[in-house]
């Protein structure tokens, strides 16, 4: 039987690869997710996630080992997590009435061989009023979230239109996910 794991603490991510109704454990620890900002938005992702696997595939050099990681690139500028309400509300006044780019990366590790790639998701925000930010951002869902917003949720009244894999913005492109996994050798049941 081989192992799976999902190195992520993101409840979301678990959801998405519940669907795809793999048997998997979690298992997360701390990364350190500063960069170098002269790197280009996808190899960001790409190089987070590897790190988020990678301190868990050490332990667990038996097992398929799956890390991610999203950012929010407007005007060129890299948005992850806000750190307070003040830069959530920020983060979502730079969004209004704009589009943006979601970046997600994805790191599998495994006795087989790696895979590494990415997903950009276009996403355009329709012009929000300071009433709606404000509501938006004392309903708490911002603050674990990059660019300060869950598609996923309420989060949805602010989105006019994607253009790519919605999954992806969520947290996890679960199709190609799904088909590296595959490609890597792992027993899809
Ligand atoms: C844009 C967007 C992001 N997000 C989430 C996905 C990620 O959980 C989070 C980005 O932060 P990440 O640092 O990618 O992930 P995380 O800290 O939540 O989890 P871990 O590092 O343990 O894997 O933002 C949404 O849920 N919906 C959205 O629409």
Do not use: C
């Not at 988020?52 to 997590?81: M, R, Y």
């Not at 300060?148 to 989060?155: E, P, V």
Request: glycine share 6%; no cysteine.
């Amino acid at each position: 039987m081989q192992n799976l794991i999902l190195a992520s603490s993101s409840p979301r991510r678990k959801e998405l690869l519940e669907n795809l109704r793999l048997t998997f454990t979690i298992s997360s620890s701390e990364v350190d997710e500063s960069f170098d900002p002269t790197l280009s938005p996808e190899d960001v992702v790409m190089d987070l996630a590897e790190r988020k696997a990678k301190v868990i595939f050490k332990e667990n050099p038996e097992a398929f080992v799956i890390g991610s990681d999203t950012i929010v690139v407007a005007d060129g500028q890299v948005l992850g997590k806000p750190k307070d309400e003040a830069n959530a509300k920020r983060m979502l006044e730079k969004l209004s009435g704009r589009k943006h780019d979601v970046y997600t990366g994805v790191s599998i590790l495994s006795p087989n061989g790696t895979s590494r790639f990415y997903e950009r998701t276009e996403v355009w925000f329709w012009e929000l009023t300071d009433e709606e930010i404000n509501f938006y951002v004392q309903s708490g869902e911002p603050l674990d979230k990059a660019g300060a917003y869950g598609i996923q949720q309420l989060g949805s009244m602010l989105v006019k239109k994607i253009s790519g894999d919605y999954f992806a913005v969520v947290g996890l492109p679960s199709s190609k996910t799904y088909r590296e996994l595959k490609r890597l050798g792992y027993q899809l049941s």
